[in-house]
């Protein structure tokens, strides 16, 4: 039941640092070697891939999206992330090198499924990840590696989409280790990293009234834009989905580098912009650049919701409305960074008067194409 919650998906929301920690657990030993047991995908396999394709829907699809930073940063393997409902309808090009991730939450999306088995018809092996036991993409896949958020009775995906997101970068750190990759040594730092982000979310919940405050003032708009840049753009999708389905408002999210190349035209006087900021550490340019566009649409009159890591003093001067989030290595931000999007979009949804946990015209798990 709610325990206590006045919603599925407010009580989903509070259960991520224990789901984050729980996909974790028993997946590193102390000396931070990764072992997934459940992959039971040969290490020659592994060894010998020379791509990673990413097949998804909705919600995973952006965790797909985000897990290609880490698995082309961590491994060196080309990866591409495509839509599960396009995929097998642009022949793609598949073979027994190619390692295929298909995420769902359900286990049960058609069309999910049917990119897969398009997948495995052509030789690919396909691991998959998923955080129902038993559903028919793992059962029909070569590998699965469950993802631990227990049952998600909210039809808007929060706590399943935070541990996709760790069972991608376990997947990056898993492949990264059985290749050799350059990078291997570093494999540890990112584990102990990984693990102290259970109370990062923590701390991000115990300081969400001013988002519901900024929420509920918002109710009567329109229009929500959404900014980010590097694994913060598909954060920036996430969080514009969230309220499209739950606040059935208009909601776009766009990477912050193509603003000038058409977005900055829907730009008018106190229109809404959620603008996600990279760590001012290490990838300084993209955080110059973002502080820029944060410049430009405020200038033009956007009401600037930023989003910003603590101790981040540049872009404080611009920010009609600065949500702090803690320091993490930068790619891994979007599981501190997509929390308040979540409380943001069901906040503001309620306070619009929907049903949270089953907004309109949607069902938890699509079952046909
Ligand atoms: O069960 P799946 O993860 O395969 O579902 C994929 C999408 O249908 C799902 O993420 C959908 O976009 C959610 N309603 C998002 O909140």
Same mark, same amino acid.
Request: charged residues 25%; glycine residues 6%; proline residues 5%.
């Given at each position: 039941?709610?325990?206590?919650y ?15 920690? &729980?996909?974790?657990?028993g997946? $590193?030993?102390?000396?931070? *070697?990764? +072992?997934?047991d ?16 990413? =097949? ?8 797909g %999206?985000?897990?290609k ?21 642009? &022949?793609?090009?598949?073979?027994? @090198? ?12 058609m ?16 691991l ?18 469950? +993802?631990?958020a ?7 995906s929060? /706590?399943?989409? %935070? ?7 376990? *997947?990056a750190?898993?492949l ?24 990062a979310?923590? @701390?991000? %919940?115990? &300081? ?6 900024l ?15 590097? *694994? ?9 989905? /969230? ?15 193509e %603003?000038?190349?058409?977005? =900055?035209a829907?730009?008018? &006087?106190?229109?809404?912009?959620? $603008? ?25 009159g ?7 890591e ?25 599981? $501190?960074?997509? *929390?308040p ?5 069901c906040?503001l ?7 949270v ?6 069902a938890?798990?699509?079952?046909v194409?």
């Amino acid at each position: 039941e709610k325990g206590g919650y006045a919603s599925f998906m407010l009580k989903e929301i509070a259960e991520q640092p224990r789901a984050v920690a &729980d996909t974790l657990l028993g997946r $590193v030993d102390a000396e931070g *070697v990764l +072992t997934l047991d459940e992959v039971r995908i040969p290490d020659a396999v592994l060894r010998e891939a020379d791509k990673v394709v990413i =097949i998804a829907c909705g919600t995973a699809f952006h965790a797909g %999206l985000i897990a290609k930073y880490a698995i082309e940063h961590w491994t060196r393997l080309p990866c591409e992330v495509e839509l599960a409902s396009e995929f097998r309808y642009r &022949d793609p090009i598949l073979d027994p @090198r190619t390692l295929v991730v298909a995420i769902s939450q359900s286990g049960e999306t058609m069309d999910t499924l049917m990119a897969l088995r398009h997948a495995r018809e052509q030789g690919a092996r396909v691991l998959a990840i998923c955080n129902t036991n038993g559903s028919t993409i793992p059962r029909e896949s070569d590998a699965v590696l469950y +993802t631990h958020a227990g049952p998600e009775v909210a039809v808007a995906s929060t /706590k399943a989409f %935070l541990t996709q997101l760790v069972a991608c970068y376990l *997947v990056a750190l898993y492949l990264a280790q059985r290749r050799d990759a350059k990078w291997g040594d570093e494999i540890g730092d990112v584990v102990r990293d990984l693990a102290r982000v259970p109370d990062a979310i923590e @701390r991000v %919940l115990a &300081d969400m009234e001013p988002v519901r405050d900024l929420a509920r003032s918002l109710k009567e708009k329109e229009t929500v834009l959404f900014l980010g840049r590097h *694994v913060g753009y598909p954060v920036a999708l996430e969080g514009a989905l /969230k309220l499209k389905e739950l606040a059935y408002m208009h909601a776009e999210g766009f990477a912050a580098g193509e %603003l000038k190349h058409g977005p =900055i035209a829907l730009v008018e &006087d106190d229109l809404p912009v959620v $603008v996600v900021v990279p760590s001012p550490r290490g990838r300084s340019v993209l955080h110059g650049k973002i502080v820029s566009n944060i410049q430009e649409i405020r200038a033009r009159g956007a009401r600037t919701i930023v989003i910003a890591e603590e101790g981040d003093e540049e872009v404080a001067p611009y920010a009609d409305h600065l949500i702090r989030i803690p320091v993490v290595p930068t790619l891994l931000q979007p599981l $501190v960074a997509t *929390v308040p999007l979540q409380v943001f979009a069901c906040e503001l949804a309620t306070a619009r008067g929907n049903e949270v946990d089953q907004p309109r015209n949607l069902a938890k798990s699509v079952t046909v194409e």
